[in-house]
T-cell receptor
Framework: GQNIDQPTEMTATEGAIVQINCTYQTSGFNGLFWYQQHAGEAPTFLSYNVLDGLEEKGRFSSFLSRSKGYSYLLLKELQMKDSASYLCAVREGQGANNLFFGTGTRLTVIP | EAQVTQNPRYLITVTGKKLTVTCSQNMNHEYMSWYRQDPGLGLRQIYYSMNVEVTDKGDVPEGYKVSRKEKRNFPLILESPSPNQTSLYFC????????????FGSGTQLSVL
């Protein structure tokens, strides 16, 4: 099985940097996704990590350490529109349909 | 435009009245899936389909049915809805169901009274 942990809520200031952590326990780790979800809307894909290290994409970066079962999403130069939930999802094993979601971190950006 | 289309966006119904939530994708994806999302519980998979006429249960299938008669459509059927099925529902698709990102529909907020 899998056990995915994220903080429930975070608050950060506009223009600042925030790091959202995700820890997981799974057998046969095969990749980690981050999705952004605005309230009442569909999740949208942000990033994917399968190897250790940092993946940078504009203001957003995602880091993975497979040995520690740990990932983080880094958001720089925060904007008000970044207020959303951020979902960590872990793929387990080589088969299909093996994606498991954490409960999400609700980020509030304040002026 | 490549998209997953879900309807309706909002639905209020009463206990026991059968309903169908439609889902259609125009990306020729083989894999489609239904999730429900509840506060504090995250996204939980209801059913999924690897291809036409191939469906299987997810983590919370009780009270739901699905069908996959055509590649593009994957309707979710509640034969006899109950209040504990009040939730936000998402349909999602991906090319094969293996290591790819999911494309989500815009969601259906269902309230069962």
């Amino acid at each position: 099985g899998q056990n995915i942990d994220q903080p429930t809520e975070m608050t950060a200031t506009e223009g600042a940097i925030v790091q959202i952590n995700c820890t997981y326990q799974t057998s046969g780790f095969n990749g980690l996704f981050w999705y952004q979800q605005h309230a009442g809307e569909a999740p949208t894909f942000l990033s994917y990590n399968v190897l250790d290290g940092l993946e940078e994409k504009g203001r957003f970066s995602s880091f993975l350490s497979r040995s520690k079962g740990y990932s983080y999403l880094l958001l720089k130069e925060l904007q008000m529109k970044d207020s959303a939930s951020y979902l960590c999802a872990v793929r387990e094993g080589q088969g299909a349909n093996n994606l498991f979601f954490g409960t999400g971190t609700r980020l509030t950006v304040i002026p | 435009e490549a998209q997953v289309t879900q309807n309706p966006r909002y639905l209020i119904t009463v206990t026991g009245k059968k309903l169908t939530v439609t889902c259609s994708q125009n990306m020729n994806h083989e894999y489609m899936s239904w999730y429900r999302q509840d506060p504090g519980l995250g996204l939980r998979q209801i059913y999924y389909s690897m291809n036409v006429e191939v469906t299987d249960k997810g983590d919370v299938p009780e009270g739901y049915k699905v069908s996959r008669k055509e590649k593009r459509n994957f309707p979710l059927i509640l034969e006899s809805p109950s209040p504990n099925q009040t939730s936000l529902y998402f349909c999602a698709s991906s090319p094969t169901g293996f290591n790819e990102k999911l494309f989500f529909g815009s969601g259906t907020q269902l309230s069962v009274l």
